[in-house]
């Protein structure tokens, strides 16, 4: 690998409002080589990405393809260039067929100059052949909105493929994978390599990481960390260069003790959701749920908060069924639910601090419907004080504090309601690992107080660390539940992924 | 198996949905009312949705993004008094440098609306509703509260709409050839596609390199354009531009392409739907002049037979829904 | 009081309140009123209307006027009845309320100027229609808004004129509504023809309407079969008039209406007359017109047009 | 754009004094009250009745009504909705009023059937919008038609001018001998009651929160489709007031009565920055607005400006206000990329 590099970055920095994703950056991939982007959530691959497709311009600092500097204005210019990406959200167009989703932004046309007509016939034998090539047996005219969360993933990795690029990236493609799919990527990405392409790839997963890539990147809250071959590292140096200090530090789960039952699910069916879900939560105890994304372990917990409803089963709390056609009347039955989508769903970015921790409590604080504001102000102090969100102010907006400490809002707001079961859906998901221990202990605290927790966690050593017994989903489908000795990460896993033999089917 | 699906989602498009409910008008109608099926009528049906048809495209394109667009009743009425007169002061001028003048007016204003929207990041139904007044108020000015009629307009000038070609009215042609270049512009266009990827998923769009600022200069461009083309054709049709024209159509419009199945959120809808929602609102307008004491009750049921269809298409799209998760965890 | 001192300039303000701007035939009253203006040496005349012909619009402009303190106010209403209320505070306030054209009802108003007599216009213009259709025949009645009050008015007499035995052979099969919008009314006025294929006439007795019916027999190609008139300004049927297509039609002389509402607000204001019955109210060129019962002053028979005369009025209004 | 006044002035323990004022200098209540201040100057200069205690109480009769109408639609707009059907609602109000009153009537039993007949059509809105679930444009879209349509349907072209004598006090009266019209008090009146509710009640706090995320609302117990449902209903309840207030106005009720107020009723809205998006304004922005507008017209008016003018102006006026802190907006943060920009290049060289 003596070839020089196809892409370079140099010095590159990106401020968002408040935050520097990028700090003073180098990076540069070579053809013929798989290069890994490793670091926490939130230590600025994506964005890096985004700068190399020219989705976002960088702050300061050079782009340099085949050693000249580029100026894209957008994606499509990247795309001309050469250069082609599967971003980490999903990017589709639900109303639109597989086919237009994969060719929107380059349609092929006809004609000779590529001036003529958008050319439906051939972009949908390309899409036939790109399917085929992926194994993926879906109709090139499916609506993408028929299609499943994994086959969503394939047809992004479809869309990739598309482009006859020079540098191919692939921000998390795995995520929502099964073993199977991702062996077949491994093999498109061999014979991407062998073409002498450069390949980008972003996991959270070491195994694939040591399988698959050549050399690796390490970030951390935006500063590149380290460098090399992966032959020469191990994971605990990698472990080590992307949190900074040792694994035990974590995953604080305290001593508690489990007492009665207080929750019992017994076969809960949401059609096209999840089917058959059954399981038993007890005071004190923290239960985790663990699966890949899409396994529908948030569609669960959505039934029990009541923002959905379930087409049949029962639930029982303290031994007396409920049905909650309600937030509210999940509420008022002691249950608190921090969703996963901190941004949609937990806290409203433009209200105060002040005003997101009471509004689940605006009701319970106000006398006939009036605002008690000097209540509200108490107990928002309170909170804010015992979680220690860092703030200018509890008046400021919520969208002028960082990820981390806007989790802690969406914490103290559910706290404040003094929940007998927590329901906590990817509590740590991209927060910085102060916060993340912070909020480790809080749940631990919340346990031992007797209360009974869930934690919804695509961490394996999060719920392996945290959890008093491990639900593993998949697809739906409870496949597996641990108690916390038998747990361990392959088994755990293997079970998340479904492999032939167990009973899942 | 394949088959079966297609055909049935086929059968259970609201293309499909909306030509049965047109021939079950159309049968009503006749039934109740012979001389309804008569060639002459079915013309003048065709004739009376032409420029609502035209219109309702541009419409379309604003209403697939997510915006709207209040301004195309004023848009029509400026264009259409500009054109009539230069008709009246240059009569040696031939009618079509006049159309091309008026779809020219009609496209400044749209790219006014655009700029808004685009640049000024105005919500475009504040935008197009102070448009709305702004056009209208110009009218006026133009005109000095005069009207234009018949024999202020040179005979080619009026024949523009009402010549024949082929046995066919030159309006339906109009209409005809605009649905064609919107068909080929949706379907066949980078640009048309780019349209429907904005309004279906904004972030999506930019990551695959399209710009939504050029999409929203285009669209309300387009539907400028193409109103401009309607103000011409409607003074010309009606042999009388005045100062009140085509007031209230913007809502025609909306209602058509809301008929028509484009969803008003953005992303979904097509050139056919619209194409059929339009005519099926002609054919409301027509039929209510062809029963007897109607006046009364056109608007009524005018508005019921919209909320109905509407109520009829969200039903349909969640049963639609319910068959895909069925499907999905069998 | 009437000996109310005219303003600093020696000007008394009044204003010729329409029903909406942008309207050919309220052009041409403002002309009249202009004429006035420059015969009478003490009036200002100011033109307004709201932008739409409503009668909230009108009213708004009103509380302005009545702020203003004018000295008259000239309406053609939207409503016969809606002004009423601020018209009798404008009349409180010292103001001379008339109206023309289209009438407020009693107690809104010191003076109507009808521009012809209801009864007369409506009998009159069936009399037209039946002319041309040789007394036989189905005739459709293309009006404006259904809330139009003068229309209605003459409809009404239409339809008692159709009563007389010598229009046995004729019939009036519907009104239908253009809403003053050409579109509209073109479409109404097809409409007709599809659903009477035997039709023999149309009256439509407003401007808008008998243009977009004129161009709707002419696009149809029913010039001869479907005769055609109405109420129309002469300048812009001057067309369908000389080809036939609408070959008599009446009105009266905007100018002149404009010309004498002026008139009347000036001996109102300067106290010359009070708006009793019998009184006579002097109106320059026009003679002198009686003020009947009611407060209500007509001013004469409206103008037929034809091809003979219709080129000599175009050029007038 | 424009922040919530009240919700500053909790500021207090946390912003000096002086950031405070600088703020409600900057405020977009504080602009719309200076461009009040700077109409009521220039109209005093130009015409010699506007400064006129009487002419200016009386105007107030001009805009009562559109700006009763704007209130509710506050409600709608910040929770992220429209309807473009009050219009419609006042005029099938003002017809079963007419009807009623026709049938003997008196004004009491008017004034209740012509609030409830504007609340059952808010209710139809709100049941289409939440129960069925189509979006509130294309929903009022349609029951724009409907509303006026019934009443066009069975009024045909006759009009309704029978009123009880009392009847006439809401829209002619005034309070007790004074020259301030029983309109204007009754609109300051509601304007401080949905004023209390928007700012000092849950249902004002839920409000807000829905407009800005409805589905994080969702997420923390508020019943979003109930309180949407509400703002429908009052939002045709209030259609009803005005409706009372104009027909006993001017005493007469036609199908065509109001037609075109909901666009007016939207721009007060808009002006007063309320943000269309919802989740952002407040009640003291549509006030101020209301009165902008109303006094803006009756000064064009008063120096006998067409009607075309005061069109185009408001229009413009409407356009100006969303576009000009639009461009700020955009300026500021390229300003802010800049600086950034120049900071990180000042960092380099030190280090
Ligand atoms: N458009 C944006 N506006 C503001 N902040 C942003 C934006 N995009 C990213 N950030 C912030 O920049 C930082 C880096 O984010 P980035 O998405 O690059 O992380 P990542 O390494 O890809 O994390 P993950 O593993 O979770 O995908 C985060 O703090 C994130 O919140
Ligand atoms: N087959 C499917 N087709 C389309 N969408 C799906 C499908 N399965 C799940 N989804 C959607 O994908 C998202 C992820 O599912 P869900 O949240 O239930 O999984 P999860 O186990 O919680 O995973 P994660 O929270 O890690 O994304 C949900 O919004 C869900 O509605
Ligand atoms: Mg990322
Ligand atoms: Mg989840």
Not at chain 1, 267 to 293: A, C, D, P, V, W
Not at chain 4, 5 to 20: M, T
Not at chain 4, 79 to 106: E, R, T, W
Not at chain 4, 223 to 249: E, Q
């Amino acid at each position: 690998m003596n070839t020089k590099a196809i892409l370079e970055l140099k010095d590159i920095s990106m401020y968002f409002p408040g935050i520097k994703a990028l700090d003073s950056v180098d990076f540069s991939i070579r053809p013929g080589e798989v290069h890994a982007l490793i670091g926490e959530n939130g230590a600025g691959k994506s964005t890096l990405v985004k700068i190399i497709t020219g989705v976002y311009k960088q702050t300061a600092g050079q782009v340099l393809l085949n050693g000249e500097e580029t100026n894209f204005k957008s994606a499509l210019d990247a795309q001309s260039a050469g250069i082609t990406a599967i971003h980490q959200e999903a990017s589709m167009f639900p109303e639109l067929s597989v086919t237009e989703n994969i060719f929107m932004g380059h349609h092929v046309k006809k004609g000779a100059s590529g001036k003529g007509p958008v050319d439906w016939k051939t972009m949908r034998q390309r899409t036939r052949e790109l399917l085929d090539d992926i194994e993926l047996d879906i109709s090139p005219d499916a609506l993408v909105k028929s299609l499943g969360v994994a086959q969503r993933h394939m047809v992004e990795i479809a869309k990739a493929l598309s482009i006859d690029a020079q540098i191919v990236i692939m921000d998390e493609p795995t995520s929502a994978l099964t073993l199977r799919e991702v062996e077949d990527l491994y093999k498109i990405i061999r014979r991407l390599r062998d073409e002498g392409k450069a390949i980008i790839f972003i996991s959270h997963k070491f195994e694939e990481i040591f399988d698959i890539c050549d050399t690796y990147t390490v970030f951390r809250d935006g500063q590149l960390i380290g460098d090399g071959n992966v032959s020469d590292a191990t994971i605990s140096s990698i472990i080590n260069m992307m949190v900074g200090r040792s694994l035990d530090l974590l995953y604080p789960k305290g001593e508690s003790t489990i007492g009665d039952v207080v929750l019992e699910v017994e076969n809960l069916n949401r059609t096209g959701y999840f089917k058959n879900i059954s399981f038993n939560l007890h005071k004190g105890e923290i239960l985790g749920f663990f699966g890949l994304i899409g396994a529908g372990r948030t569609e669960v917990m959505r039934v029990l908060f009541g923002i959905d409803k379930a087409s049949s089963g029962e639930v029982r709390l303290n031994g007396k069924p409920v049905s909650f056609t309600k937030p509210k009347k999940a509420m008022k039955a002691g249950i608190a639910y921090i969703p996963e989508d901190r941004h949609e769903q937990g806290t409203i970015l433009d209200m105060s601090i002040a005003d997101n921790i009471t509004l689940p409590n605006v009701d319970e604080l106000s006398h006939f419907g009036i605002l008690d504001e000097k209540a509200e102000r108490s107990l928002a102090e309170d909170f804010a004080k015992k979680i220690e969100i860092k703030s200018a102010g509890l008046n400021m907006k919520t969208s002028t504090l960082s990820g981390g400490n806007q989790q802690k809002v969406v914490l103290a707001k559910w706290l404040s309601t003094g929940p007998e079961i927590l329901i906590l859906d990817e509590p740590t998901k991209g927060i910085d690992v102060g916060t993340k221990a912070r909020v480790h202990k809080i749940v631990s605290d919340m346990a031992a107080e007797g209360k009974a927790i869930i934690l919804v966690s695509s961490e394996l050593p999060e719920v392996l660390g945290m959890s008093d017994r491990i639900v593993v989903m998949h697809e739906g489908f409870v496949t597996s539940v641990f108690e916390r000795e038998e747990a361990d990460p392959d088994k755990v896993m293997l079970a998340a992924i479904a492999q032939p033999g167990d009973e899942s089917a | 198996m394949k088959t079966n699906l297609n055909m049935k989602k086929r059968l259970e498009s609201r293309e499909s949905v909306l030509i049965g409910l047109i021939l079950l008008f159309m049968a009503v109608m006749t039934i109740t009312m012979p001389r309804f099926i008569h060639p002459s009528n079915l013309a003048n049906i065709l004739k009376d949705s032409s420029i609502l048809i035209i219109v309702s495209l541009g419409q379309f394109l604003v209403i697939l993004t997510g915006g709207i667009d209040l301004s195309v009743g004023s848009n029509i009425a400026f264009s259409g008094m500009a054109a009539s007169l230069i008709n009246q002061n240059n009569p040696e001028l031939s009618p079509w440098i006049i159309l091309v003048i008026g779809m020219a007016i009609g496209l400044g204003l749209g790219m006014i609306n655009g700029s808004l929207v685009a640049f000024g990041k105005v919500p475009a139904i504040i935008a197009t509703l102070g448009t709305m007044s702004v056009f209208r108020g110009f009218t006026f000015v133009i005109s000095k509260g005069q009207w234009v009629t018949a024999h202020e307009m040179t005979d080619p000038f009026m024949n523009l709409p009402h010549g024949n070609f082929l046995g066919v009215p030159n309006l339906i042609w109009f209409a005809i050839f605009v649905v064609a270049a919107f068909f080929y512009f949706m379907r066949y266009t980078r640009s048309g596609r780019e349209i429907y990827s904005i309004g279906g998923n904004k972030s999506a769009a930019v990551l695959v390199g399209v710009s939504e600022k050029k999409v929203q200069f285009l669209i309300f461009s387009i539907s400028g354009l193409v109103s401009g083309m309607a103000g011409v054709l409607w003074a010309a049709r009606y042999a009388a531009a005045v100062n009140e024209m085509a007031t209230g159509f913007e809502l025609q419009t909306v209602a058509a392409c809301v008929l028509g199945g484009v969803s008003v959120a953005g992303g979904s809808g097509s050139v056919a739907g619209v194409l059929l929602g339009a005519l099926f609102m002609g054919l409301l307008n027509n039929s209510m002049t062809m029963i007897r004491n109607m006046a009364f009750f056109q608007m009524l049921l005018q508005g019921l037979i919209v909320i109905s269809a509407m109520t009829f298409n969200v039903v349909m799209e969640r049963r639609q829904d319910k068959m895909l998760l069925n499907r999905r965890l069998a | 009081g009437s000996d109310k001192a005219a303003a600093d300039d020696g000007q008394y303000k009044m204003v010729l309140l329409v029903k909406s701007l942008g309207n050919g035939f309220f052009e041409a009253c403002d002309d009249g009123a202009q004429q006035a203006v420059a015969e009478l040496g003490n009036m200002e005349v100011v033109y307004m209307g709201p932008s739409q012909s409503t009668a909230e619009g009108q009213i708004e402009i009103i509380e302005t006027l009545i702020a203003q303190k004018v000295d008259a106010i000239a309406i053609s209403a939207n409503d016969r009845d809606a002004l009423i209320p601020v018209t009798k505070k404008a009349m409180a306030a010292g103001i001379k309320v008339i109206s023309w054209d289209s009438g407020i009802n009693i107690g809104g108003r010191i003076i109507d100027l009808a521009p012809s007599n209801a009864e007369f216009i409506g009998r009159q213009q069936y009399q037209l229609i039946a002319e041309l259709t040789g007394n036989k025949g189905q005739i459709g009645i293309l009006s404006a808004t259904s809330q139009a009050t003068n229309q209605n008015e003459w409809i009404k007499w239409m339809y008692e004129e159709a009563k007389k035995p010598e229009y046995a052979d004729m019939e009036i099969v519907e009104v239908v509504y253009g809403d003053d919008a050409s579109d509209k009314s073109y479409r109404e006025a097809v409409g007709l023809f599809s659903k009477y294929p035997d039709l023999a006439g149309i009256i439509s007795p407003t401007t808008i309407g008998v243009l977009a019916g004129a161009k709707a027999i002419e696009d149809e190609g029913l010039q001869g079969k479907v005769q055609l008139t109405g109420l129309g300004l002469p300048s812009e049927m001057q067309h369908y008039i000389e080809d036939g297509t609408c070959v008599q039609m009446a009105l009266w002389n905007p100018v002149d209406l404009g010309y004498t509402a002026t008139y009347i607000c000036e001996a109102l204001i300067t106290g010359k007359i009070t708006g009793a019955e019998g009184e006579m109210i002097p109106a320059g060129r026009m003679g002198e017109i009686p003020v009947g019962a009611d407060g209500s002053a007509v001013m004469g028979a409206p103008f037929v047009f034809n091809k003979s005369n219709v080129a000599k009025f175009a050029a007038i209004f | 754009m424009s922040d919530n006044l009240v919700r500053q002035d909790r500021l207090i323990d946390e912003f000096s004094f002086k950031k405070r004022i600088s703020r409600l200098f900057s405020s977009w209540e504080f602009i719309l009250f200076l461009t009040l201040v700077g109409i009521f100057i220039l109209f005093s200069f130009i015409s010699p009745y506007f400064m006129d205690y009487f002419n200016l109480m009386n105007a107030s009769l001009s805009f009562a009504e559109k700006s009763i109408l704007a209130l509710s639609m506050i409600f709608v707009i910040l929770s992220g909705d429209i309807d473009i059907s009050v219009a419609s609602i006042l005029a099938l109000s003002s017809f079963a009023m007419g009807n009623a009153s026709v049938k003997g009537a008196g004004s009491g039993t008017l004034v209740i059937i012509g609030l409830a007949t504007g609340l059952a059509a808010g209710i139809v809105n709100g049941f289409l919008v939440t129960k069925i679930k189509i979006p509130s444009i294309a929903v009022t879209l349609a029951t724009l038609s409907i509303f006026r349509g019934i009443s066009q349907a069975i009024l045909r072209d006759n009009a309704y001018t029978h009123y009880p004598l009392k009847f006439a006090y809401f829209g002619q009266g005034y309070i007790g001998n004074s020259v301030i019209p029983f309109e204007f008090v009754f609109f300051l009146v509601l304007a401080v009651l949905m004023g209390f509710i928007l700012h000092k009640t849950t249902y004002g706090r839920k409000l807000y929160a829905i407009g800005n995320s409805a589905s994080a609302s969702r997420f923390s117990g508020i019943n979003v489709d109930r309180i949407r449902f509400i703002n429908f209903a009052v939002n045709g309840l209030f259609a009803g007031i005005a409706a009372v207030l104009l027909t006993s106005r001017i005493g007469s009720t036609r199908p065509n009565i109001a037609t075109g107020w909901e666009l007016e009723a939207i721009t007060l809205v808009v002006l007063g920055g309320v943000a269309i998006t919802g989740g952002k304004g407040n009640i003291f922005g549509v006030v101020i607005a209301s009165l902008l507008v109303g006094y803006l017209k009756f000064g064009m008016a008063l120096v006998n400006l067409s009607a075309k003018v005061m069109v185009i102006t408001t229009g413009a006026l409407l356009i100006t206000a969303v576009l000009v802190p639009m461009l700020l907006e955009i300026a500021k943060a390229k300003q802010k990329l800049r600086s950034q920009r120049s900071e990180l290049k000042l960092e380099r060289k030190a280090s």
